[in-house]
C-alpha cells in the first residue's frame, strides 16, 4: 500500500522545559570540532559542556571509520598544523594507536621511500604529487589512527580538561532570547531538557544549531564535489594480503575483468589497506554513494535510502570478493561504520566568507587563526602552499552568543571541499574554545572578541600562526 | 567534573511542527520488538512507519553487539520461539552467517554432545541440555532486517528519533521525531513503542515500574568489544595444556581491574575474533548522565583488558580492538503496568492464557524451570491501560522484575513485536479498537505465521519425571 505524504502541520502547546545545567560554555556536537571547542574553552577556565549524539566522540574519525588526519604538512614536508591536532596524534603515539611517515620522510620524493608509504597502511593519504618538482610524489605528514583507541583518549582529554559530557544526547535547538542564543534543548533517554550558557558552539557538523537560532547560510552544493555525496565505510577482515597481491601480480587481467563485473553486479572494488601496520589483512572501503540529483546530507528520507543503499553495495562487494578472488575466501564484513559518512551541508554566513581568492592571495588576515595546508590544487598549491583562516569565519553574521566550529565555517561550496576535514576542524574547535572562554571571562560578546589576545593565547597553546 | 545540577526549567512557546507521514501504524524503534511489530503488520496490509535512531536495524542484535539469539527450544527440544526470528536466522543460514546446534541434538541428554556445545558456547546447553541458540553475524544481519522491511514495504526513518507521543487525552496521535531534518511529526491510527525503555511511558502518562535489585542480570549495562587479529587456536591450545596458569592469568585480569574471559565468535572463518561480554552497575539505564558514565567506564575498562591480554595471553599478540559497541548494552529500565502484569507467580503457573500470543522456553531458573518447561505471554501484556491505541512491544512489556529478569531477550521482543503488530493489522481491518481485537482470530493468524502456541482450551498439569539437575542454573537470586 503506497504511504502517501502528508502536508499539514500540528500544534504543539506550549511548554515548560527541564534546564539540567547553566554552564559558560555549550559544544554541541563531539566531533573534532567539537572536541577541540570543548577541551580549549575548559582548559581556559570556562566551564564547559560537551554534548554528543552517539556514545562515543571523534566523530568522523571514529564512527565514520574516517580514521585519517591527512594534510599536516604541505608537499615540501613543512608541518601547518599543529595546536590539539598534534596533541591527539602524540597521545595516540604513546599508546601504539597512530602511525605517520618518519619526519625525516616527510617532503621526500626519494622513489623507494614514496613506494614503501604507498604500500603501507592507508597508504594513499601519505602521497601526493609536488607540482613543485616535476608532479613528482612526495610523501606528506598525514597521520593514521586507531579508532577504538581514539575513543578513549579523547574521552581522557575532554574529561582531564575539566569539561562534563552529555553523550547518548542529541542537542536538537537553541534556546533563544531575540536574536541571542541562550542555550540549546537535547533529547535523551532522559527526555527533553535544556542547558543554558554564555557562549553556545555548533560543532554539529551540519549547522543543526544554527539554522533555529535564524543564522543565514548557504547549503548549496556542486553535485560533482566530494562533500556534495556521502559515504558508506566498510572494514573488512580475515584477508590474506599477501595472497591477493600475488594474485594481482600474477594474473592482473584477470584481477581487472572480475573488478569490472563487480562495478556490474552493483558491487564497489576499491579499497586500502586499513587501520595500523601491525593490523594486516584488514581492508578499508571508502564507497562513496555519488547521488542521481542533489544530495542533501539533513534530508532525514535521504540519509534513509543512502544507508539502505550502501548496505546492500557493501553486502553484494564482500559476497563477490569472497567467492571469486584470491585471498578472500575466508574474510568477513568487521563492521560498516555507525555513523554515515557526511562530507559536507549546510556552511553558515559569517562575518567574512571564505573563498576562492583566499587561496590565491597569501593574506594574512590580523585574526588569523589557523594555518592550513593547501595540498589538493595544483598549480596553485605549488605557489600558495598555505592559507590562513580567519576568527570571522567562525562568527555567524547575524546571531550573538554563537561560534561554529565545524565543517559549517562560513566559507564557499568551493573552497569548503578543501579545507573542512578533521585537521581543520580540529583547528576551528581550538579557536572557537578559546574565543569562547575569552569572551566569558571578559565578559563581551564573541564577535567583540580581542583578536590579538586570542591569538596570543593561541600561540601559548601551540598552534601555528603567522606574524600579521 | 564540575557538578552544577540545576532544578530550574525554561519556557518553550507553542509551535507548529510539520507532519511527513500519516501512517496506520507508526513503529518507534528499530530493535527486534521494532522489526518483528512493523514487519507483521505491513505483511498483514496496512501502511507502516519505522523510527530507528541509528542508521540500521536490529538494536542489541546489532549495534549493541549482543549477537545471541538464545533459548529458542524448551528443554525437551521442541522449539517454541519461530515465526520472524525463525525467518532471520533462515536468511542467515542461506548467507553462512549463523552458528547453532544441530537440529538433531536439540533436547539431548547425552553427555559428551552436551560437553561439545558447551565447549562451543556458553549459550548452547541448559539445565544440563543442548539448547537451540543462534550466533549471528552482526553486519549481514543489518542488511537481513533492511531487506525484510523493504521487502514488506514498510517506511522507515533511519537516523531519527522518536522522542514524543502526540497526545490527545487517552489517544495517542502520533510521534514526534527529532533528526538532521528538524523536528518532525508522523500520525498513526496505532503506535507501537519500541524503544526498549518505555520512552513514551512519562509523556503518554502510561504507568511502570522501574525498580531492579543489584544482583539481576537485568540492572548491568553491557560495552560489549571485539577484539580481532587473535590466534585462537594458540588461545584455545594453552588454556587446554595449561589449565592452571590459565586460570590463574583470568584471575590476574580481573585484579588489574580487566575483564577475564572471552566468547570465540564461533561463525564461519571468523576465528581471528573473540567477542568481550560484560556487566556494569548502574543507577538507571535511561539516566543520560548514568549512560555517560558508563560509557566512560566501560571504555576504560575495554582498555584495561586489551593490554593485560596483548601482553600476557598467548594467541594475542596482534590483536587489536576493532570495534566497541555503538549501543551501550541497555538490559531493562521501565516496565509497563499493562493490562495484565506477569509476576513472579506466573512463572511457576503451567496453565496457558486464553489469549496466550507467545510461549518462551524457561531454561535460566534450575529446578524452578524444570517445573515450568514454558512460560506464557498474554495479549494483554502488550496494552497500556492509560491509552487506547498503543502497544508496547519490546522488554519494556507488563512484567514484575523477575519476568522481566528471564523473558526480555532477542526473541521475546520479536515474538511481542509480531503479536502486536499481527494484532494491529487485524484490528483496523476490523475497524475495532486494539484491546476489543478477536483473540481467536489473532492467534489464528499467528500460527499460519509459524508462531508456535499452545492448546489454550486444554487443563494442563505437569509434573518433572526426569534426571536430578548437575549443573547450576544459569542464574539465582
Known sequence: MPIKPAVKTINEPARKTRVCREVDVVVVGGGPGGISSAISAARNGAKTVLIERYGHLGGMATGGLINIFPNLSDASGKQHIFGITQEIIDRMAARGGASYPKKADWGTTDPKIVDYYLNANLGGFYIRPDHNRDMKKAVLYTAVIDPEILKDELNDMVLGAGAELFLHSWGTQPIMDGDTVKGVFFESKSGRQGILGKVVIDSTGDGDIFVGAGAEFDSALDNKRRTAWLAFTTWVTNVDIKQYEDFKASQPDKLKELNAELLKSGGYPHFMKGILENQSGVLWYHSFQPQPESSDAMDVEQLTSIDVRGRKRALITYEFMRKHVPGFEKSFIMQTAPQLGTQGGRRVIGEYILSEKDMVSDEVFEDTVAVLANNDNGDISAKHPALCIPYRCLVPKKVEGLLVACRAFSSTDKINQYFNIIPPCLCYGQAAGTAAALAVKGGIPVRKVDYKALRKNLVKQGVNLPKS | ?477
Open chain 2, 1 to 477: 567534573m564540575a557538578k552544577n545540577t540545576s532544578v530550574k526549567t525554561i519556557k518553550e512557546r507553542a509551535r507548529e511542527t510539520k507532519v511527513i507521514r500519516e501512517a496506520d501504524v507508526v513503529v518507534i524503534g528499530g530493535g527486534p520488538g521494532g522489526i518483528g511489530a512493523a514487519v507483521s503488520a505491513a505483511r498483514n496490509g496496512v501502511d507502516v512507519v519505522l523510527i530507528e535512531r541509528y542508521g540500521y536495524l536490529g538494536g542489541m542484535g546489532t549495534g549493541g553487539l549482543v549477537t545471541i539469539i538464545p533459548l529458542l527450544t524448551d528443554y525437551f527440544g521442541k522449539q517454541q520461539i519461530a515465526g520472524i526470528t525463525k525467518e532471520w536466522i533462515d536468511r542467515l543460514i542461506a548467507r553462512d552467517a549463523v552458528d547453532f546446534p544441530k537440529k538433531e541434538h536439540w533436547g539431548s541428554l547425552d553427555k559428551d554432545i552436551v560437553r561439545y556445545y558447551f565447549q562451543r558456547s556458553f549459550f548452547m546447553t541448559r539445565l544440563d541440555r543442548v539448547s537451540y541458540a543462534a550466533i549471528i553475524d552482526a553486519e549481514i544481519s543489518k542488511v537481513i532486517l533492511n531487506e525484510m522491511v523493504k521487502e514488506a514495504g514498510i517506511k522507515v526513518y533511519c537516523h531519527a528519533w522518536g522522542t514524543e507521543p502526540i497526545m490527545e487525552g487517552n489517544h495517542c496521535k502520533g510521534v514526534i521525531i527529532e533528526s538532521k531534518s528538524g523536528r518532525q511529526a508522523i500520525l498513526g491510527k496505532i503506535v507501537i513503542d519500541s524503544t526498549g525503555d518505555g520512552d513514551t511511558f512519562p509523556y503518554a502518562g502510561i504507568g511502570f515500574e522501574d525498580d531492579i535489585p543489584g544482583n539481576y542480570r537485568i540492572s548491568a549495562l553491557a560495552l560489549c568489544f571485539w577484539v580481532d587479529g587473535v590466534d585462537l587456536k594458540k588461545a584455545t591450545d594453552f588454556r587446554k595444556n595449561n589449565p592452571k596458569e590459565a586460570m590463574e592469568m583470568g584471575r590476574k585480569a580481573m585484579e588489574s581491574g580487566a575483564f577475564g574471559g572471552y566468547f570465540a565468535s564461533n561463525l564461519p572463518n571468523q576465528d581471528s575474533i573473540v567477542w568481550f561480554h560484560n556487566r556494569y552497575a548502574n543507577k538507571s539505564q535511561v539516566d543520560v548522565e548514568e549512560l555517560t558514565r558508563v560509557e566512560f567506564e566501560g571504555r576504560e575498562k575495554m582498555i584495561k583488558t586489551y593490554d593485560f591480554f596483548k601482553k600476557n595471553m598467548p594467541g594475542f599478540e596482534k590483536s587489536f580492538i576493532v570495534l566497541s559497541a555503538p549501543q551501550l548494552g541497555t538490559r531493562s529500565s521501565r516496565r509497563l503496568i499493562g493490562e495484565y502484569f506477569l509476576t513472579v507467580k506466573d512463572m511457576a503457573d503451567n496453565q496457558p492464557f486464553t489469549d496466550t500470543i507467545a510461549v518462551f522456553p524457561d531454561l535460566d531458573r534450575g529446578q524452578a524451570s524444570l517445573d515450568h518447561p514454558n512460560m506464557y505471554i498474554p495479549y494483554r501484556a502488550l496494552l497500556p491501560k492509560e491509552v487506547d491505541n498503543m502497544f508496547v512491544a519490546c522488554r519494556a512489556f507488563s512484567s514484575d522484575k523477575d519476568v522481566q529478569e528471564y523473558f526480555n531477550l532477542i526473541p521475546h521482543c520479536i515474538a511481542f513485536g509480531e503479536a502486536a503488530g499481527t494484532a494491529s493489522a487485524l484490528a483496523l481491518k476490523a475497524g475495532v479498537g486494539i484491546k476489543n481485537v478477536d483473540i481467536k482470530a489473532l492467534q489464528k493468524q499467528l500460527a499460519k505465521q509459524g508462531v508456535p502456541l499452545p492448546d489454550v482450551a486444554k487443563k494442563v498439569s505437569y509434573k518433572y519425571a526426569g534426571p536430578a539437575l548437575v549443573s547450576a542454573p544459569f542464574s539465582q537470586h
